[in-house]
């Protein structure tokens, strides 16, 4: 089904457009820094070309490359956590392959529920599900890390619902990532640092240029390369020593970020081989090579054999992510006026897993220790045909009139591991107790659980947009969609804004959205170790289709539906300074999470009477929860002009609160039986409501004197808390306030950076003894800044 699709494209794209007489796009503006980025044109969330920031009827952040590089990182998604304080990034440890590829969060939400463009077109998700006990579980989100940081011109995040614009997924907002697109001038830096422990040291090296390519048309390059080391910030074990636990005084775990090299690169070509005709494409490239950690297994532990490791195992996860995307497509205006823009976009990320010192306990002396676990992998191919007219109707300004049509299609691939690593030995332990099978940490895919699943969808939209004078401006837009797997549905949006005056305006929009059921969260299937109160289980999810899931409650997914209101005041009293305060209702109706980790004897002994041992848990998406999210964002921004130089101020702040509306009835088939057990519990209920920071706030500074640059950014993260099945185990986590500094020396196109970041080494509080694995694991993973302590850095760079 998706061939025919992608020969239209080619033939779409390719075709000669004589029809076409003139370009339908401006040059981009130029690069600005935060504080002066009223006047910006920007392309998300409207469909008028001249649009500016201060005149948008929903609330939209700018991120310019300066304000990028003032934060120390060449992580995009770490970057903007930093940049706005709508958006949570945690640092998660000991979560499979979450650790090296993790979700970010945009108002509070999950990490699938916002959209990512590049250049204006959807950018593919990851093959990625995260499952285990993080932020953003059971999400497939897009790899933002992918995507080099040096190729970005800028980035344009849309604070607001906009599936009536874009489709599926854009219910949080949307995060469009602009590519650098110059024909001339380019740079190259190296970057050096280490953390204030000793630990985690890191070097990139990147680099962008353009090139002219005749009279009307560039190509931009850019590229970067990396190494980070691992951190550890375990502490010995404190517990009860006995022959299956851990030594005593002796630290065997490891607890941070992982071990990683990457590398990225990426592309933007335009060229306009006749008046009229700009054709364009874009592409990205990277790969990760992640080393991350499980749970140690003691020397005694049942799943250890001493002949291979008589002091215990630390077991290894690596993860290699592969991610490519690719755009074609052609632009113009035809004669009479229409603007049209054709394009073909096809991204892959494909994600390995491998296990390293391990073992596969049912295989005995002779097991391996190495093991390859299987593979990941989805497939996004889009056409997409969009048309816009400005249409006379007797107003003081024409009506921006847009429609279009897109075709989407989708695959999943769950590739199997080899055979050692998901085998059945079928040994019986000195106990008597089955040995547990496959490989320790991340058992492999089997066979049965491999496959191949695809769909497509279809839709059509219409969006107009008119000035009614000076003062007021409206827009309406709707679409429809159909997907093959689960029908159609059709989302729609009103946006306004009204000027009191050049120095006041109020705006706000609704808006209906929609969720599609990724491929993932229909399909995966695999088995995890998860610490549940301490204790080892061995978790598998099942597909929501499978027998087993069915048995114990399982429905087919639908999508998720949701309704927001946005309604904001924007204050520029003088020139420089300009604050704008949104408040927002975001309603989601069937909302997809991850159901708790179904354990206990009757499930053990549930799933080994239909024939699966070695397991002792299980779970699977459901559409289980209604939810209502209500919150403020505040953001200003001031330019002080001094005797010596500028100083560029700016403030921000989030506030959202998620309750749960409505929880679906338990199945009654966990209730039947030996099974007493609970679909949604209080675990995953607070990983909604209370687990990430309800409040984010982050006050910045920039002063530029002459070749002289200071900065400094302090930013205080709200508490959160962690749930657990026993209420005695709860805890709350305070609020924090970290800071970070630099300074930068110009002079002949070099650059040099010192710079710290958390440069009063501030760590989240401990976890209490009964849920720190015996005092092993001293920190949450919820963390919303980590707990890696201070990061010092060195950077310089050429630009020209």
């Known amino acids: 089904m998706q061939r025919r699709p992608l020969a239209l494209a080619l033939v779409l794209v390719l075709a000669s457009p004589a029809a076409l007489a003139q370009s339908s796009t401006a040059d981009e503006p130029a690069p600005r820094d935060r504080a002066t980025t009223l006047d910006t044109l920007i392309v998300t969330g409207t469909r008028v070309a001249d649009r500016t920031v201060a005149e948008s009827s929903s609330p939209i952040d700018i991120i310019s490359p300066e304000t990028l590089e003032a934060t120390g990182t060449v992580e995009l998604a770490t970057a903007l956590s930093r940049a706005l304080p709508s958006l949570n990034f945690p640092r998660p440890a000991i979560t499979d392959g979450t650790d090296a590829v993790r979700p970010a969060q945009l108002r509070g939400l999950a990490p699938d529920q916002v959209l990512v463009l590049v250049n204006g077109k959807r950018r593919h998700t990851t093959a990625l599900i995260n499952l285990n006990g993080s932020q953003g579980r059971g999400s497939s989100p897009v790899d933002l890390n992918a995507i080099p940081i040096s190729a970005i011109e800028r980035v344009e995040v849309l604070r607001d619902g906009a599936s009536a614009q874009y489709g599926s997924d ?111 494409s874009f592409g990205t490239y990277s790969r990760r090579d992640a080393l991350s950690n499980g749970f140690f297994r003691p020397a005694g532990d049942n799943r250890n054999i001493p002949e291979i490791y008589p002091d215990g195992f630390l077991p290894n996860i690596r993860n290699i992510a592969d991610d490519r995307a690719g755009v074609l497509g052609m632009r113009g205006t035809t004669a009479g006026g229409t603007g049209i823009d054709i394009s073909f976009n096809h991204g892959i990320n494909h994600l390995t897993f491998d296990v390293e010192n391990s073992l596969n306990r049912s295989l005995g002396p002779t097991s391996p ?121 059709t989302s729609g949006k009103l946006s306004g804004r009204y000027a009191f005056s050049d120095a006041v305006a109020l705006r706000g929009t609704v808006s209906t959205g929609f969720r599609a059921p990724s491929l993932q969260q229909q399909h995966f299937q695999s088995t995890a170790t998860n610490f549940i109160g301490g204790v080892p289980f061995e978790v598998r999810t099942f597909a929501v289709d499978d027998p087993i899931a069915v048995a114990l409650g399982s429905e087919p997914l639908k999508a998720e539906e949701s309704t927001n209101f946005s309604l904001g005041l924007v204050l520029q009293p003088v020139e420089a300074l300009y604050v704008t305060v949104d408040a927002y209702r975001i309603d989601i109706d069937d909302r ?55 100083l560029d101020l700016t403030a921000g702040l989030n506030y959202n609160d998620t309750d749960i509306e409505a929880i679906a009835p338990n199945p009654p088939e966990l209730e039947t ?126 630009t020209w």
């Open 592 to 646: 997809i999470i991850l159901s708790e980790n179904l354990i206990g004897d009757a499930v053990t002994e549930f799933l080994e009477d239909r024939g699966i041992f070695g397991v002792t848990g299980g779970r699977y998406f459901t559409n289980a929860i209604d939810t209502r999210t209500r919150g403020i964002d505040l953001v200003g921004t001031y330019r002080w002009g001094l005797a010596a130089g500028n």
């Open 673 to 798: 039986g030996d099974l007493d057990l609970e679909r949604i519990g209080r675990v995953e209920r607070g990983r909604v409501t209370v687990g990430a920071p309800s409040d984010k706030f982050f006050l910045s500074g920039t002063w530029h004197t002459g070749p002289w640059r200071f900065a400094a950014a302090a930013t205080r993260y709200g508490e959160f808390e962690v749930l657990n099945t026993d209420p005695a185990r709860d805890q709350t986590f305070g609020a924090e306030w970290t800071l970070d500094v630099s300074a930068s020396y110009a002079i002949d196109g070099w650059d040099f950076t010192l710079g710290a970041d958390n440069v009063f080494n501030e760590y989240p509080d401990e976890v209490i003894f009964v849920n720190s694995n015996a005092g092993q694991l001293p920190y949450s993973a919820a963390s919303p800044f980590g707990f890696n302590g201070a990061f010092v850095y060195a950077r310089v760079g050429y």
């Open 170 to 280: 854009a219910i949080a907002g949307v995060i469009n990532v602009v590519l650098k697109g110059s024909d001339a001038g380019g740079g190259i830096a190296a970057r050096y640092g280490q953390h204030s422990a000793g630990d985690g040291e890191q070097y990139q090296l990147s680099g962008d240029g353009g090139i002219a390519l005749g009279q009307a048309g560039f190509l931009h390059l850019a590229a970067q390369a990396g190494h980070q080391d691992q951190t550890d910030r375990a502490r010995p074990f404190q517990g009860t020593v006995t022959p299956s636990s851990a030594p005593a005084g002796v630290v065997v775990q490891r607890y941070g970020d992982p071990e990683v090299d990457s590398r990225a690169a990426s592309y933007n070509l335009e060229i306009s081989p006749a008046e009229g005709v700009v054709f364009y």
């Open 369 to 489: 220790t190495r093991f390859h676990s299987g593979a990941l992998e989805v497939t996004q191919n889009v056409l997409n045909l969009d048309f816009n007219r400005p249409v006379d109707i007797g107003l003081a300004y024409p009506l921006a009139l847009a429609w279009g049509a897109e075709w989407r299609g989708e695959k999943f691939n769950q590739s199997p591991g080899d055979p050692a690593s998901y085998a059945d030995g079928n040994l019986i332990l000195p106990d008597d107790s089955r040995a547990p099978p496959g490989a320790q940490v991340f058992p492999g895919f089997r066979p049965a659980n491999a496959g191949q699943h695809d769909r497509h969808s279809y839709s059509a939209y219409l969006d107009a947009e008119a000035d009614f004078g000076e003062r007021f401006s409206a827009g309406l837009a709707v679409r429809y969609e159909n997907y093959s797997d689960f029908g159609n549905t």
